[in-house]
């Protein structure tokens, strides 16, 4: 997949770039700065010749169409400041059988529509907002994609799943946990069900309330984030009341790879949870925490005093000793 950005308006940022990736391992920048290739994954390619070509012909293309966007959509608007056209572009590999080819647009953050270009049905879905297109610019569009866009995308994907085929199809098992969280003022019990350390990304993490699954509105959280080894996480929260602690209901957590037969439940309790024995042993920490203070305190003040006592014998045992030994020096 390809990420391009056209920007208007002043930004510390170039004001065209593309971020190349194969899933979610990036692969190459590019930007009007200088118009080449930068490598992330690799320092060097000996397609580099070959792959200038390509991205200057691809790229520069997008970089016309999103001009052209950006022009179309802010006369409409007539606003000064910034703005921000993408295009989120690319291919796919199904069983090393070539997929279709895809593209989204978005002006603002918003969506302006998308098109696909089947290569086994050489056929066209256009549904760009944007694009209303007579009959000789689809057949222009068309023998584009099916002899550039396409036959580019695929050998791109095919030479770099290549390279990095044990980065990018590696599988790590995630350690999945339930953590609870006491909330203050009487809010009831948090329960998180976490998910670290997993790689692909492509997993479902679900909440069941006696063998359902919880309403999306009352769970919170659910983002995949990266950790910094490489693999994601997950983590999705639900709030329990006190009330609903009382009446005993069964929470369990579900985890499912995507693609692969890998299920794994985790179960928590409310039976071994009582709120009441929560608050009573916070009440029971409180108070030996008191009392250890206090006996510290009280220990303190003792040895002050007996050093303080220890100090006046010693004062007074030197003043006894000064006139029993007067006669002597006369």
């Not at 918003?110 to 089947?118: C, H, K, M, N, R």
């Not at 602690?245 to 949870?273: A, G, P, S, W």
């Amino acid at each position: 997949m390809a990420l391009a950005t056209y920007i208007v308006g002043q930004t510390p940022f170039p004001e065209f770039s593309v971020v190349l990736k194969l899933d979610d391992v990036q692969i190459l920048y590019y930007d009007s700065t200088t118009w080449k290739p930068v490598y992330r994954s690799h320092s060097e390619s000996k397609y580099y010749d070959e792959e200038l070509s390509d991205a200057d012909t691809v790229f520069h293309v997008i970089y016309d169409d999103l001009k052209y966007l950006e022009s179309h959509y802010n006369a409409h608007l007539n606003k000064t400041g910034v703005h921000v056209t993408q295009r989120l572009a690319g291919c796919e590999l199904n069983n090393d059988k070539p997929g279709p080819l895809h593209f989204w647009d978005a002006f603002n953050g918003q969506s302006i529509g998308e098109f696909t270009f089947d290569m086994e049905k050489k056929e066209i879905q256009n549904k760009l907002l944007w694009a209303a297109w007579d009959k000789a610019t689809q057949l222009q569009v068309k023998f584009l994609h099916q002899n550039v866009f396409h036959p580019v995308c695929i050998k791109t994907l095919q030479r770099y799943l290549n390279m990095e085929k044990n980065n990018v199809m590696r599988k790590v098992k995630p350690r999945v946990r339930i953590l609870r969280k006491m909330l203050p003022d009487s809010q009831g019990l948090q329960i998180s069900c976490l998910a670290t350390g997993f790689y692909s990304r492509h997993i479902n993490l679900t909440i069941f309330k006696d063998g359902q699954p919880v309403d999306d509105e009352q769970i919170t959280g659910g983002e995949i984030l990266p950790n910094g080894d490489g693999t994601y996480q997950m983590r999705k929260s639900l709030v329990i009341s006190e009330e609903e602690l009382r009446e005993e209901h069964k929470y369990n957590c579900t985890m499912k790879r995507l693609n692969l037969d890998n299920k794994l439940d985790i179960t928590f309790d409310v039976d071994e949870f009582d709120p009441g024995s929560f608050s009573l042993s916070v009440v029971i920490s409180v108070l030996v925490f008191m009392c250890v203070a206090l006996i510290i305190t009280a220990l303190i003040i003792w040895r002050k005093r007996r050093a303080a006592e220890q100090g006046s014998e010693t004062s007074q045992s030197d003043y006894s000793l000064t006139p029993s030994s007067a006669p002597d020096e006369k």
